[in-house]
């Protein structure tokens, strides 16, 4: 087993495909299937397996580029530190629910890191997606939260993808609405106040259950309902369509604008922001520092 025969690996997960991967890696096609054959071979596992339509990982190729990852980066750490070579490229990955604190922490980070060489990468994605981000290493750390609704079932499905989920902070339930809309006036809302106006949700593809929904309350039954993929569209139909959506009530005027505000939600259920990440593989200095950046801006968000 080389150093090489793992960077391939690592390179053919993250692109999909032989074909891409020797693109990428300016090396014939034969000569990549060969050296990744050889590799499976000496280790007597499949990392791969091949269909009509390409290559997938397989389970115990899953377990194997998580390690083969691990030790390309403590390879390029020690490059770091003892070959002395400067700006050297940080890389840093994540999943995450659609939270704008998740961006504003990341915006962050990338201005700690503009001077430096770096590959960044920042997924809003659907739940479960994030799990499986976090356990086939395409992600380092996935950001979504828990509640009394959903614990039992995120906990168990994060637990048998070999993951381990971290408390961050606890938020109550808000809505956003546009600053138009008429229960604006309200100091609170019941739940019976939304259901004249249309709710916005984020959907969940094939695993569309309800215990992967974003928002809470997700069983309660709603005669106007919006499925939405990404957080801008949400925003804008805030506004076009007076709906709204249940969140933390975490906003940020910096990304989103003054349009869109944050009324408390009458609730007995408490959002439970964490993340998820492999159980035995140590968080990056970048990963780190990211979770300080974050847990700042909660800080300064909530004082």
């Known amino acids: ?11 053919i997960a993250e692109c999909g495909s032989i074909t891409s991967a020797a ?18 071979k000496e280790m007597d596992i499949n990392i791969f397996f091949r269909n009509n339509r390409g290559i997938y990982l397989s389970e115990e190729g899953t377990r ?58 920042l997924r809003e994605s659907r739940t479960n997606d994030i799990i499986e981000d976090v356990r086939t290493s395409r992600s380092e750390l996935g950001v979504l939260f828990l509640s009394n609704f959903n614990r039992d079932i995120i906990q168990h499905i994060v637990k048998n993808a070999d993951l381990k989920f971290i408390p961050l902070f606890k938020a109550k339930p808000h809505v956003f609405v546009c600053r138009n809309n008429p229960l604006v006036a309200k100091d609170k809302v019941t739940l019976s106040d939304l259901a004249p106006f249309p709710r916005l949700t984020y959907e969940q593809g094939i695993n569309n259950s309800f215990y992967f929904s974003e928002e809470l309350h997700s069983v309660e ?9 990404d957080r801008a569209t949400l925003f804008n139909l805030l506004i076009g369509l007076d709906g709204y959506t249940i ?21 007995d259920e408490i959002m439970e922001i964490g993340y998820v990440k492999q159980i035995d ?11 300080e950046l974050l847990l700042k801006y909660i800080e300064d968000y909530l004082t």
């Open 1 to 11: 087993m080389t150093l090489q025969q793992l960077k391939y690996v690592i390179t």
């Open 23 to 40: 693109k990428k890696l300016l090396v014939a096609q034969p000569s990549l299937s060969k050296s990744v054959s050889e590799l499976e």
């Open 64 to 121: 194997f580029l998580s390690y083969a990852r691990q030790v390309v980066e403590q390879i390029e750490l020690l490059e770091q530190q003892y070959k002395k070579k400067e700006n050297i490229r940080q890389v840093f990955s994540m999943s995450s629910q659609h939270y704008a604190f998740v961006v504003n922490a990341f915006v962050a980070l990338v201005k700690e890191y503009g001077e430096s060489k770096y590959e960044f990468a």
């Open 221 to 229: 039954e709603s005669y106007k309902s919006i499925i939405v993929t």
């Open 247 to 267: 969140s933390s009530g975490i906003l940020s005027s910096d990304l989103n604008g003054t349009e869109i505000v944050s009324i408390p939600l009458e609730s």
């Open 281 to 291: 593989r140590p968080l990056s200095t970048v990963s780190e520092r990211y979770l």
